[in-house]
């Protein structure tokens, strides 16, 4: 089945402890990207990566990183999270103009 | 940069009424224009999207859109809407080639019965 997935789910965390959220898609897709989602906000593009090792920014990068090794996968990395880093996330990918979400993940920093 | 507008944050629609979402963009150019559910606790599904072509576009679920390019709206509609509509709706726009998709806030669905 053709899918984005993301690792964990739900994630409560402290400030300052760097956690990593992983996202997999099976579907070769070249482009994949991470948003955010904050009530009154919709969906703000956090970074994308055009093929493996080509990321750039997107609208909410600050307190972010990614990495892109391999096709298939682009974890975002939180070095030091801060409380307004609390959100939910989605990972996507894209063919032809389409993206494909992944579940999302639920983030809580205290 | 283009950027999207839902007016609505919230809309509150018997069972068995229509229903319609609107949504405004702006962009320059023509935009790929989208239209996404998001259930509580669920991830994002796409319901319909319009690249060219016929501006009136069918989705899943009963739902389709119309694309007015002389008014910058791609709005959403349901003839007669089910409980299991309910749901925060988002529009999005994007440009070919850029993948980049700018998303609306949202519009939540409260069905009553």
């Known amino acids: 089945e053709a899918q984005v997935t993301q690792n964990p789910r739900y994630l409560i965390t402290v400030t300052g402890k760097k956690l990593t959220v992983t996202c997999s898609q099976n579907?070769?897709?070249?482009?994949m990207s991470w948003y955010r989602q904050d009530p009154g906000l919709g969906l703000r593009q956090i970074y994308y990566s055009m093929n493996v090792e080509v990321t750039d920014k997107g609208d909410v990068p600050e307190g972010y990183k990614v990495s892109r090794k391999e096709k298939r996968n682009f974890p975002l990395i939180l070095e030091s999270p801060s409380p307004n880093q609390t959100s939910l996330y989605f990972c996507?990918?894209?063919?032809?103009?389409?993206?494909?979400f992944g579940p999302g993940t639920r983030l809580t920093v205290l | 940069a283009q950027s999207v507008t839902q007016p609505d944050i919230h809309i509150t629609v018997s069972e068995g009424a229509s229903l319609e979402l609107r949504c405004n963009y702006s962009y320059g150019a023509t935009p790929y224009l989208f239209w996404y559910v998001q259930s509580p606790g669920q991830g994002l599904q796409l319901l319909l999207k319009?690249?060219?072509?016929?501006?009136l576009v069918q989705g899943i679920k009963g739902f389709e859109a119309e694309f007015k390019r002389s008014q910058s709206s791609f709005n959403l509609r349901k003839p007669s809407v089910h409980w299991s509509d309910a749901a925060e709706y988002f529009c999005a726009v994007g440009v070919s080639n850029d993948y980049k998709l700018s998303f609306g806030a949202g519009t939540t669905v409260t069905v009553r019965a």
């Open positions: 579907m070769n897709h070249e482009y």
């Open positions: 996507a990918s894209s063919f032809r103009d389409e993206q494909f």
């Open positions: 319009y690249f060219s072509g016929d501006t």
